[in-house]
């Protein structure tokens, strides 16, 4: 009887570690379906917990913990309006002159690297790095303008639910 009972032993731990594997498959499929909803929650968690001391020094003032959570919304907002209307432009005005004085660079690296290079029996031109440059240049400006669209979508979002909390 005790062989008996030690293959049905085998058997039932396959069969849990089979289950095990499958639940575990499962949930990690379902969290990368949610990936992007996890991802919005924890920096939505982050930004309430970085800015409940301020919440709370305001709470100290008599001001109403709503009023006080609409304040600092509000300002939170501001700046995020700020960075991405005032600061993108310079940014991207950065890129353009970064991206002129590129051709230059690389023209000096390749008169540094040129010596090494032909040693190593390789053969690189300026051109097709300037090439290059120019062609990451172009990908950056036709694509900035697409990524400031899900940005905002995302702080609109914010916005409305930070919004729908206090009402």
Do not use: C
């Amino acid at each position: 009887m005790a062989e008996r009972g030690s293959g049905g032993g085998i058997g039932r731990l396959v069969l849990r570690w089979g289950l095990i594997v499958a639940l575990l498959l499962t949930v990690g499929g379902f969290l990368y379906l949610i990936r992007t909803t996890i991802f919005l929650l924890l920096l939505a968690f982050l930004i309430a917990y970085l800015l409940d001391p301020i919440v709370d020094r305001l709470e100290a003032w008599r001001v109403p913990r709503s009023l006080g959570v609409l304040l600092v919304a509000i300002v939170l907002v501001g700046v995020l309006v700020a960075v991405f209307w005032i600061i993108l432009p310079e940014v991207r005005h950065q890129v353009q002159v970064f991206s002129q004085r590129v051709p230059q660079w690389a023209e000096r690296l390749y008169g540094w690297a040129q010596p090494i290079l032909q040693k190593l029996h390789i053969s690189l031109d300026a051109q097709s790095i300037e090439a290059y440059a120019q062609k990451l240049l172009k990908w950056v400006q036709a694509n900035l303008p697409r990524l400031r669209e899900p940005i905002l979508r995302v702080l609109q979002g914010m916005f409305t639910g930070v919004a729908g909390f206090i009402v």
